[in-house]
């Protein structure tokens, strides 16, 4: 047994600490996603009844005021993982955490709604020892945060999950129907140039076998169709998947962006004007916004048959879908507010949209909840 393992064990005789809420998103690499949104709220608004940890692979790169912070991993880590009285995580924790007798282990996942199939649905395409770790996860988690109705389903057939289910969106979704204008803002101001006017943000999920091929999409060229479509003039966001953070495929140019390695998805979402995807979840927490998504997807055939199951036929979605660059640019110039704003209404009902924008409110409430107990 190595030391971490016999410290944690020790660890675990020690009192949980009542107050104590400690959250990690995607192993520690990011301050984001839904932890990101309840933590926050916790901060905001229950700061003298929860005593916020986060757990950080380089806690010196994240500025969190309100929060401890501790290196992911370390001896640290490992005490606030066994004396917390509430751990949040949007990721499948690893076999290591034993959840003790007294503890809460909330898990947010990391999409409202997702078109790639998940866990016991993909299982044939997931690695053994993934299932595995997926499976012992699940046996300790205490409620699922669900963002639809569709995902609910999901959750309960495939998530090796029997628990409760909290039907009450997406706390990352909320900052997308704030309409905080001045918050948009102050992104804008920290990420772009001072001339940039309007922002697409293109977003494509990776390949299993980390291909690029697809990521073909000819930036300049989308910028003008933009332009003529919707006026002014247009920024290229680029943002690839966390997989593929130290890919050098594309240089930044006047114009274009590369924000991969910026933490909080949704603070670009927030900031976009147009979004480019392919098969990545973000398309549904976009379209919460009401803002136009097209699909670039060159390989919507091969990827569905040999990367990975999909949850939709593309043809069913409310967005169009391209498969060369003159098809995007053809669907931009066809785009009609009106008719797409219907499909995506139909699409929400279809699924049965849960987002209010009071996801993290709600869940920060369970935990005080569970605090004052």
Same mark, same amino acid.
């Given at each position: 047994m190595n030391i971490?393992?016999?410290?944690?064990?020790?660890y675990?005789?020690?009192?949980i600490?009542?107050?104590?809420?400690l959250f990690i998103g995607?192993y520690?690499a990011q301050y984001?996603? /839904?932890?990101?949104?309840?933590?926050?709220y916790?901060?905001? /608004?229950?700061? %003298?009844e929860?005593?916020v940890? #986060?757990a950080?692979?380089?806690?010196?790169k994240?500025?969190v005021?309100?929060?401890c912070?501790?290196?992911?991993g370390?001896?640290?880590?490992?005490k606030?993982?066994?004396?917390?009285?509430?751990v949040?995580? /949007?990721?499948?924790m690893?076999?290591?955490?034993?959840k003790r007798n007294?503890?809460?282990y909330i898990?947010t #996942?990391?999409? =409202?709604?997702?078109?790639?199939?998940i866990?016991?649905d993909?299982?044939?395409?997931l690695p053994?020892h993934?299932v595995?770790?997926?499976k012992?996860?699940s046996?300790?988690t205490?409620?699922v945060?669900a963002g639809c109705?569709?995902s609910?389903?999901?959750f309960?057939?495939?998530? #090796?999950?029997?628990?409760e289910?909290?039907?009450i969106g997406?706390?990352?979704n909320d900052?997308l $129907?704030c309409h905080?204008?001045?918050?948009k803002?102050a992104i804008?101001k920290?990420?772009?140039?001072? *001339?940039?006017?309007?922002?697409v943000?293109?977003?494509?999920?990776f390949?299993?076998?980390k291909?690029?091929?697809?990521?073909? $999409? *000819?930036?300049n060229r989308?910028r003008?169709v933009?332009?003529?479509?919707?006026?002014?003039? #247009?920024?290229?966001m680029?943002?690839l998947h966390?997989?593929l953070?130290n890919c050098?495929?594309?240089k930044?140019?006047?114009?274009i962006?590369n924000v991969t390695?910026? *933490?909080?998805i949704?603070?670009?979402l927030m900031?976009?004007?147009? $979004?480019?995807?392919?098969?990545s979840?973000?398309?549904f927490d976009?379209?919460?916004?009401?803002?136009?998504?097209f699909l670039?997807?060159v390989?919507?055939v091969?990827? %569905?048959?040999n990367?990975?199951s999909?949850?939709?036929?593309v043809k069913?979605?409310?967005f169009?879908?391209?498969i060369d /660059? *003159?098809q995007?640019?053809e669907?931009?110039?066809?785009f009609?507010?009106? +008719?797409y704003q +219907?499909?995506?209404? $139909?699409f929400n009902?279809?699924v049965? =949209?849960y987002?209010?924008g009071?996801?993290a409110?709600?869940i920060s409430?369970?935990?005080?909840?569970k605090?004052?107990l």
């Amino acid at each position: 047994m190595n030391i971490k393992k016999l410290l944690y064990r020790l660890y675990r005789y020690l009192p949980i600490k009542r107050k104590r809420v400690l959250f990690i998103g995607y192993y520690g690499a990011q301050y984001g996603c /839904n932890p990101k949104y309840i933590s926050e709220y916790l901060v905001d /608004n229950y700061a %003298s009844e929860a005593e916020v940890v #986060w757990a950080f692979t380089e806690p010196q790169k994240h500025q969190v005021e309100g929060v401890c912070k501790v290196r992911f991993g370390s001896f640290a880590y490992l005490k606030m993982l066994a004396t917390s009285r509430i751990v949040v995580t /949007n990721y499948r924790m690893t076999s290591d955490f034993q959840k003790r007798n007294g503890q809460i282990y909330i898990q947010t #996942w990391h999409s =409202s709604l997702r078109l790639k199939k998940i866990e016991g649905d993909a299982e044939k395409s997931l690695p053994v020892h993934y299932v595995e770790m997926a499976k012992h996860d699940s046996a300790q988690t205490d409620y699922v945060v669900a963002g639809c109705r569709m995902s609910h389903d999901t959750f309960a057939k495939s998530f #090796w999950y029997k628990g409760e289910i909290l039907n009450i969106g997406t706390p990352r979704n909320d900052l997308l $129907l704030c309409h905080n204008e001045q918050k948009k803002q102050a992104i804008k101001k920290t990420l772009l140039p001072d *001339d940039a006017k309007r922002v697409v943000l293109y977003a494509p999920t990776f390949r299993k076998d980390k291909s690029t091929e697809c990521y073909n $999409l *000819d930036f300049n060229r989308l910028r003008e169709v933009l332009a003529e479509k919707f006026g002014g003039e #247009w920024m290229v966001m680029l943002r690839l998947h966390p997989h593929l953070i130290n890919c050098e495929l594309f240089k930044e140019e006047d114009g274009i962006i590369n924000v991969t390695r910026y *933490d909080d998805i949704q603070e670009l979402l927030m900031i976009s004007d147009v $979004l480019v995807t392919d098969y990545s979840s973000l398309m549904f927490d976009f379209a919460i916004s009401g803002k136009p998504v097209f699909l670039y997807a060159v390989d919507v055939v091969d990827y %569905s048959k040999n990367d990975r199951s999909l949850y939709f036929d593309v043809k069913e979605l409310p967005f169009s879908v391209a498969i060369d /660059n *003159d098809q995007i640019a053809e669907n931009i110039h066809g785009f009609d507010s009106a +008719d797409y704003q +219907d499909r995506i209404k $139909l699409f929400n009902s279809k699924v049965g =949209s849960y987002e209010t924008g009071t996801a993290a409110a709600e869940i920060s409430k369970l935990i005080i909840e569970k605090i004052r107990l």
